[in-house]
């Protein structure tokens, strides 16, 4: 079917002189309105007006102009249907066979800092999604472009076999309608924020295709990486990648695992994650200390990792980290030397991310089959106010310096988690145990030595003592846990019997 009559009326005007011309040169009539028919025609190109079709001016602010049955009639009549082209004649309505329709900028105008909320309710379109899925509905007869990227298709197809092929015609109404999801969900998104509604009886989100993944966790499972508008600076999803092979989908996993952990940290920091848990995490003056004590942690898990540091990578922590093979470096910023150091190494990647970003807190989102789970991010950090300290000995100043990383670190480790550590870098890391002794045991068993006089946490409360007593005969001297056991008592008189200072939180930090 060829196209005789369209309706053209954008926002995004990117490309349309020209895609408009093509049509006007094949003989197409055009119908615009506002700004549309005015660039239109300081182009030199005859258009008409929506008022001559309609036969009613534009009024109420431009809010009422295609909501029209002069419009919709002539988008939504079925031409096989001779009812419907009879109606059309009694009414002198004509057919509209292709429509070019892109909507007020609501995601643009919401962005703005300290957006008036009536600003964002005038930038909610709604005859441009009226026109969309009229045309998108009837999309064997009508067709539809929401995206300036499908003028050149449309052209084409036109100038090839005179018409668009319905297989092209369908594929741009299933986009409309996507379009139309994702305008829809970001406006209810606003205004579900703006009214304090935490739980909703339904909830929409949508996000923007970032790039295909050439896989998922495994080979035989297909994968995409999709961006949340408005995410923070402090994003995998708003990484720079400055050199090395394309992100995987479980670099992608770990890169994120591995830039929340080192958010914790103000002075300098870096983390090793391996496979979504740290495997090394250290502190330091400098940058380079950070490293050389996260390395030291784990030197042999670090092998293929991804390391998150909090400053600029400069010279001397390149140099370390070029002779390890590591698959992710993410930082703020890397120095010149440190970027030439680094990028002789072909495919390692390359990230800065403003990782010191003060970002608001987001909702999390956890897929399982056939649900959605959703909760707030644990951005709790230790408040000293609310501590305890039960046992008979408190910690001493460099126990409560091990104790508090122990704490950041340990809120990041699947559970059940022990991390031990020591002189400002972690020494041992049991993660993703079945018990809490056991987690204990693998975290003593890495540490060796370094147990001697390290600080344990503890993502959640002990149920017995038996953790307790497993660390003192390692030689740990100070714990840090949630507390709230009903066995609580059992665990103190273990750490008073072993002169262990232990401290209480009042909370836990499951991560499953």
């Known amino acids: 079917m060829a196209i005789k009559r369209a309706l053209v009326s954008v926002s ?21 309105t506002g700004g549309t028919h005015k660039l239109l025609e300081e182009n030199g190109l005859n258009v008409i007006g929506i008022s001559e079709v309609t036969g009613f001016p534009e009024i109420m602010d431009g809010r009422v102009k295609t909501l029209h049955p002069n419009i919709h009639g002539g988008l939504l009549a079925v031409r096989n249907n001779p ?27 919401i962005s703005k800092p300290n957006v008036e909320f009536q600003d964002a309710i005038e930038n909610i379109d709604i005859g441009g999604p009226s026109m969309l899925r009229s045309a998108a509905k009837n999309h064997e007869d009508v067709t539809v472009v929401v995206d300036p990227e499908d003028y050149a298709k449309v052209l084409n197809e036109l100038k090839e076999a005179g018409e668009v092929s319905l297989e092209l015609k369908q594929k741009l109404a299933a986009k409309v309608f996507r379009h139309t999801a994702a305008y829809d969900a ?26 295909s993944l050439r896989y998922g966790e495994n080979p035989h499972q297909k994968a995409t990486f999709y961006k ?38 103000t002075e300098p920091a870096a983390v090793a994650v391996k496979h979504m848990n740290p495997c090394g995490v250290g502190v330091g003056e400098s940058i380079a200390q950070a490293f050389n004590r996260a390395f030291e942690a784990d ?9 998150a540091l909090n400053r600029e990578v400069d010279k001397a922590t390149a140099e370390k980290l070029h002779e390890i093979f590591l698959e992710i470096i993410i930082a703020p910023s890397f120095s010149k030397e440190a970027f030439e150091i680094l990028s002789t190494k072909k495919n390692i990647r390359l990230l800065t991310i403003d990782v010191n970003e003060n970002s608001k807190e987001e909702r999390q989102l956890q897929s399982v089959r056939g649900g ?17 300290i039960p046992t008979k000995r408190e910690p001493t100043e460099q126990e409560w310096k091990d104790i508090k990383l122990a704490w950041k670190v340990v809120k990041h480790v699947k559970s059940n988690a022990i991390v031990l550590a020591k002189d400002e870098m972690t020494v041992g890391i049991g993660a993703g145990q079945m018990n809490r002794v056991g987690a204990a ?7 060796s030595e370094k147990a001697n006089g390290s600080a344990l946490g503890s993502d959640a409360f002990f149920p017995m003592s038996d953790t307790v007593e497993a660390a ?14 009903i066995r609580d008592e059992e665990s103190i008189q273990m750490a008073d019997k072993y002169g262990i200072a232990m401290v209480f939180t009042g909370v836990r930090h499951f991560k499953h």
């Open 299 to 307: 030197p042999t898990s670090i092998f293929g990792g991804i390391v």
């Open 12 to 32: 995004d005007k990117q490309n349309l002189v020209p895609f408009v011309k093509e049509l006007v040169e094949m003989g197409v009539e055009v119908i615009s």
């Open 472 to 485: 003192a005969k390692a030689g740990v001297t100070a714990i840090i846990q949630p507390g709230g056991s």
């Open 228 to 265: 949340k508008p408005f995410t923070p600076k402090a994003s995998i999803a708003n990484a720079e990648q400055l050199h090395g092979k394309e992100l995987s989908y479980n670099n992608i996993k770990d890169a994120d695992a591995a830039l929340q952990i080192v958010r914790e940290f």
């Open 186 to 211: 970001l406006i209810a998104e606003f205004l579900t924020k703006k009214v304090g509604e935490e739980d909703p009886e339904t909830v929409t989100f949508t996000f923007e295709k970032k790039q």
């Open 83 to 109: 009812s419907h082209m009879e109606q059309l004649k009694e009414n002198n309505i004509e057919t509209i066979d292709l429509v070019v329709v892109n909507l007020y900028p609501f995601k643009e105008t």
């Open 441 to 447: 045991k693998i975290a003593i068993e890495q540490a």
């Open 372 to 388: 959605l789970l959703v909760q707030d991010e644990d951005t709790l950090s230790l408040d000293e106010d609310s501590i305890t």
